[in-house]
T-cell receptor, first 112, second 115 residues
Framework: SQQGEEDPQALSIQEGENATMNCSYK?????LQWYRQNSGRGLVHLIL?????REKHSGRLRVTLDTSKKSSSLLITASRAADTASYFC????????????FGTGTSLTVIP | GAGVSQTPSNKVTEKGKYVELRCDPI?????LYWYRQSLGQGPEFLIY????????DSGLPNDRFFAVRPEGSVSTLKIQRTERGDSAVYLC?????????????FGEGSRLTVL
């Protein structure tokens, strides 16, 4: 079963705007990761945030984590058409092991 | 190779046939994962190997699915008596477990179509 759920399921914005995606999960975690998937391709790791971190930046990406609410957000600033893809959050299994569970994904379309 | 390699990239088979999907992880990665992804869905966890042993196979949907990793490197996902509902993209990922779970490196997937 999948642990995470992303919101919204689909998002369409104009190039240059910011895109925010949210992820909620169910059980305690060691870390949360965000991945990107272009249509028909494998997933590519974007960023990892540990359970003792609240915010992390990588280039145009900003990730927040609120363990009390069991939620995370991914912000992409100054979006580009090339950012069009599906974005997934993945959580580990906490104390029970190193496996990862993915959410249902947010499909982002950036209109040039 | 530099990345995770999966073969075949596409497999079309008939209902009831046996299928093997292969994953060649990044050299030195001790952890290997299999996921299944249906259209419009997120990857669904199937099985996770740490070395040669299956550390967690709780995601395998039924006993028609089996995976091995005999030498702690290449893994094969085996599906017996395939059904149309098995049609999906099967993704493999590998990872280097250091002080806990880390980044997953994915292959491009094997697209299975069961007619």
């Amino acid at each position: 079963s999948q642990q995470g759920e992303e919101d919204p399921q689909a998002l369409s914005i104009q190039e240059g705007e910011n895109a925010t995606m949210n992820c909620s999960y169910k059980t305690s975690i060691n870390n949360l990761q965000w991945y990107r998937q272009n249509s028909g391709r494998g997933l590519v790791h974007l960023i990892l945030i540990r359970s003792n971190e609240r915010e992390k930046h990588s280039g145009r990406l900003r990730v927040t984590l609120d363990t009390s609410k069991k939620s995370s957000s991914l912000l992409i600033t100054a979006s580009r058409a090339a950012d069009t893809a599906s974005y997934f959050c993945a959580t580990d299994a906490g104390q029970t092991g190193n496996q990862f569970y993915f959410g249902t994904g947010t499909s982002l379309t950036v209109i040039p | 190779g530099a990345g995770v390699s999966q073969t075949p990239s596409n497999k079309v088979t008939e209902k009831g046939k046996y299928v093997e999907l292969r994953c060649d992880p990044i050299s030195g990665h001790t952890a290997l994962y299999w996921y299944r992804q249906s259209l419009g869905q997120g990857p669904e966890f199937l099985i996770y190997f740490q070395g040669t042993g299956a550390a967690d196979d709780s995601g395998l949907p039924n006993d028609r699915f089996f995976a091995v990793r005999p030498e702690g490197s290449v893994s094969t996902l085996k599906i017996q008596r395939t059904e149309r509902g098995d049609s999906a993209v099967y993704l493999c990922a590998s990872s280097l477990i250091l002080a806990g779970p880390g980044e997953l490196f994915f292959g491009e997937g094997s697209r299975l179509t069961v007619l």
